[in-house]
C-alpha cells in the first residue's frame, strides 16, 4: 500500500516538475558543467571524423583531377576574357562596400564557431558549438550563416556553448516578408521547415517571397535573410495565413557559424 | 570494475550518438542509444550500483540536448523502474525474445513521454503524423538492434568481471 502511495506521490511530483519546466526554457547552472565535461570528447570525435573524411574525398580528387585538368585549360581560355569583366565589376563592389563600411562592422562583431555536437533527441535542435564565455560569448547572442539566420545561443559554458536552432520547436523570430513588409512570428517545427504565424489574411504573401528578421525581438539583427516562403495555405475561418517557410540554412549540413557579438557591449569595450 | 565499465559505456555512446551519428543519413530516425544501456543496467545489475549512473546520464543528456531540464530524466528513471518491476515480476532476463520486447517498449516509453511534453508545449496537428512515422522507425531499430547492444554490454561486462577476479586471485596468491 505504502508502495503504491509512494509511486503515485512520485509521478504527480514529476509531472508537476516537468510540466513548471516545460513552459520555458530553464537553466540551473550545472549545464556548464555537463557541458564542459562532455564537449571535450565531442570535439576530439568530430576533429577525427572529418580529417578521415578529408583524407577520402582527397584520395578520390586525385583520381579525377587528371580528368578535369584538361578541361578546366579550356575553360581558363574562356574565363579568361570575362574576368577582366568582373575584375571591373570586382572594383565598383569594393568601392561601394567601403562607402557603406558593411565589412568592417560584421569582421568586428562575429565570433566564427564550430558545430561539434548535435542534439541527441530527434524532437528538438540543439548544436553544441566550440566557442564560449572565454571567446565573449553570453546567452541569447544570435547565430548565423552566410546564407542567413542559424539560431541563438542558448546556454554558454567556458569553452563551448549550445545554439537552439531557428527549426527548434521553442524557437521564435520576429520576421517580415521582404517584398509586402508583412510580419508575422517565425516558429520551428523540429523538421528542416518552418512556419510563419499570425501573419494577417489581409497581407500579400505568395509562395518563392523572401522572409527575413524584422529585429524587433530584440536578438537578430533587423534585415538577416531566413528563408523562401514554400507553401501558403487560407483557411476559410481563420483571420491569419498558414505559411510555411524553407530555411536558407542546410541544417543538416551545419559544420561552421558565426555568433554576432552583442553590438552594444562591444561598443563599450572598444571605447574603453 | 563495473564501475569503469558503466562510466567508459555512458561516454562511448553519449559522443557516438552526438557526433558520429549525425555523419550517418541513414541513422537519422535511430533510437536513443542509451536505452539499451539503461535496459541492461535494469536487468543485469543491482539498484545501488545502477542507479547514481541513470540519474548521470539523465542529467548529461538533459544538459546536451534542447530538451526542458527533467525530460530525459524522467524517461530513464521510468524506463529503469519498469525493467527492474518486470524482473522482479517475472524470471524473463535471459529469454532473447523478451528482452527484445523490452528495448522496443523502452524507446517507446520514452517517445510517449517527449510526445507528452511536446504537447504541453504547444499542440500541433501535424506532430502526430511526424511521430507516428518516427517512433515507428525507432521501433523496428530497437527491434532489430535493442539485443545486440545488451548482448554486447554483458559479454563485456562478464570478461571484465573475469579478468578483475583473475588479478584478485594472482595477488591474494602472491601475499
Known amino acids: 500500500m505504502v508502495l503504491i502511495v509512494g509511486v503515485i506521490v512520485l509521478i504527480a511530483v514529476n509531472i508537476i516538475v516537468l510540466s513548471v519546466n516545460s513552459r520555458r526554457y530553464t537553466s540551473f547552472g550545472l549545464e556548464r558543467v555537463a557541458i564542459s565535461f562532455i564537449s571535450p570528447f565531442q570535439e576530439l570525435v568530430t576533429r577525427s571524423i572529418r580529417f578521415t573524411k578529408d583524407i577520402w574525398f582527397q584520395y578520390f580528387a586525385l583520381v579525377t583531377i587528371a580528368k578535369e585538368n584538361r578541361t578546366l585549360r579550356t575553360l581558363l581560355n574562356h574565363a579568361s576574357e570575362k574576368s577582366n569583366l568582373w575584375r571591373e565589376t570586382d572594383m565598383a563592389n569594393a568601392r561601394l562596400r567601403n562607402l557603406l563600411d558593411f565589412q568592417k562592422n560584421i569582421a568586428e562583431l562575429v565570433v566564427a564557431a564550430e558545430v561539434i555536437g548535435k542534439d541527441p533527441s530527434a524532437w528538438f535542435k540543439t548544436v553544441i558549438i566550440d566557442k564560449g564565455k572565454a571567446d565573449g560569448l553570453i546567452k541569447g547572442l544570435p547565430v548565423v550563416m552566410p546564407q542567413g539566420i542559424a539560431g541563438q545561443v542558448i546556454e554558454v559554458a567556458n569553452h563551448y556553448s549550445k545554439v537552439m536552432l531557428i527549426i527548434d520547436r521553442n524557437s521564435a523570430v520576429d520576421a517580415l516578408v521582404q517584398r509586402t513588409r508583412a510580419r508575422g512570428v517565425l516558429k520551428g517545427k523540429s523538421t528542416d521547415q518552418c512556419r510563419l504565424d499570425y501573419v494577417l489574411r489581409k497581407k500579400d504573401v505568395r509562395v518563392g517571397d523572401i522572409v527575413v528578421s524584422s529585429g524587433l525581438d530584440g536578438i537578430y539583427p533587423k534585415g538577416l535573410r531566413i528563408g523562401l516562403v514554400s507553401e501558403v495555405v487560407d483557411h476559410d475561418a481563420d483571420i491569419f495565413h498558414d505559411v510555411i517557410l524553407t530555411p536558407f540554412v542546410d541544417f543538416e549540413k551545419l559544420e561552421e557559424v558565426l555568433v554576432v557579438l552583442d553590438i552594444q557591449k562591444h561598443e563599450f569595450v572598444s571605447r574603453k | ?175
Open chain 2, 1 to 175: 570494475m563495473s564501475y569503469f565499465f558503466n562510466i567508459s559505456a555512458c561516454l562511448f555512446l553519449v559522443i557516438l550518438q552526438t557526433t558520429v551519428m549525425s555523419y550517418l543519413p541513414l541513422l537519422n530516425d535511430f533510437y536513443d542509444l542509451l536505452i539499451p544501456f539503461i535496459v541492461y543496467l535494469g536487468l543485469s545489475r543491482p539498484v545501488r550500483e545502477s542507479l547514481p549512473f541513470v540519474f548521470f546520464l539523465g542529467f548529461i543528456m538533459d544538459n546536451l540536448s534542447g530538451s526542458p531540464f527533467g525530460l530525459y530524466l524522467t524517461a530513464y528513471f521510468w524506463l529503469f523502474v519498469a525493467v527492474k518491476g518486470i524482473t522482479q515480476l517475472l524470471q524473463v532476463a535471459n529469454r532473447l525474445f523478451v528482452i527484445t520486447l523490452i528495448v522496443a517498449a523502452g524507446v517507446l516509453i520514452e517517445n510517449l513521454i517527449f510526445l507528452g511534453t511536446l504537447t504541453v508545449l504547444g499542440p500541433d496537428q501535424q506532430l502526430a503524423g511526424d511521430a507516428t512515422k518516427a517512433i515507428t522507425i525507432q521501433v523496428l531499430w530497437a527491434i532489430w538492434t535493442g539485443p545486440v547492444f545488451l548482448v554486447v554490454f554483458r559479454k563485456i561486462q562478464k570478461r571484465l568481471d573475469a579478468a578483475s577476479n583473475a588479478v584478485y586471485a594472482r595477488k591474494g596468491k602472491l601475499s
